[in-house]
T-cell receptor, first 119, second 116 residues
Framework: AQTVTQSQPEMSVQEAETVTLSCTYDTSESDYYLFWYKQPPSRQMILVIRQEAYKQQNATENRFSVNFQKAAKSFSLKISDSQLGDAAMYFCAYRRINAGGTSYGKLTFGQGTILTVHP | DSGVTQTPKHLITATGQRVTLRCSPRSGDLSVYWYQQSLDQGLQFLIQYYNGEERAKGNILERFSAQQFPDLHSELNLSSLELGDSALYFC???????????????FGEGSRLTVL
């Protein structure tokens, strides 16, 4: 079974600084997606960034970027120029793609990292 | 707005009771997923439906059941409720395979259940 591990229950960063959230996963599959979701106090689940495993290039979305190390099964999220609105729980998630890319499985989530942003 | 609608947003009930949570997926999405998030916990997968059929089952208790109807909305039924069932229940949907699919799930705002 696939597992996702976030080893940092809590992280903090000063406004305008950079912070990196860690995530490792375990799978025997070769084709899959990885995601970072943000859950602010409103509890809404918001997609931050996605990475397809077959792509070697790291995904980037504005101030958010990932460091995807497939061999090491590592998927960290870097937030640059942190803003107060970035304060939230961040979840790393894995989703396998079945052979042939014809169907997708469930999302498997890590336990989350609470990010605090100090003004 | 993700396009996924969940009702009710909040529900308070007593132990031993039964409740039904409802989910309407995004237009055109055939897959519906249910997740449970207990206080300060991660999201635990409960069950998945695809076009009316159960596709995958996770850590769903026998007291819980779900179904997806022909119009693709889904209901999660929770019975013989216990204090420990208090949680945020999320529904998520994703497009059918073969359609443009970016792999992500689209989440509703959740139904917060409090069992007293």
């Amino acid at each position: 079974a696939q597992t996702v591990t976030q080893s940092q229950p809590e992280m903090s960063v000063q406004e305008a600084e950079t912070v990196t959230l860690s995530c490792t996963y375990d799978t025997s599959e070769s084709d899959y997606y990885l995601f970072w979701y943000k859950q602010p106090p409103s509890r809404q689940m918001i997609l931050v960034i996605r990475q397809e495993a077959y792509k070697q290039q790291n995904a980037t979305e504005n101030r958010f970027s990932v460091n995807f190390q497939k061999a090491a099964k590592s998927f960290s999220l870097k937030i640059s120029d942190s803003q107060l609105g970035d304060a939230a729980m961040y979840f790393c998630a894995y989703r396998r793609i079945n052979a042939g890319g014809t169907s997708y499985g469930k999302l498997t989530f890590g336990q989350g990292t609470i990010l605090t942003v100090h003004p | 707005d993700s396009g996924v609608t969940q009702t009710p947003k909040h529900l308070i009930t007593a132990t031993g009771q039964r409740v039904t949570l409802r989910c309407s997926p995004r237009s055109g999405d055939l897959s519906v997923y249910w997740y449970q998030q207990s206080l300060d916990q991660g999201l635990q997968f409960l069950i998945q439906y695809y076009n009316g059929e159960e596709r995958a089952k996770g850590n769903i208790l026998e007291r819980f059941s779900a179904q997806q109807f022909p119009d693709l909305h889904s209901e999660l039924n929770l019975s013989s409720l216990e204090l420990g069932d208090s949680a945020l229940y999320f529904c998520a949907s994703s497009p059918a395979t073969g359609k443009i699919n970016t792999g992500e799930l689209f989440f509703g705002e959740g139904s917060r259940l409090t069992v007293l």
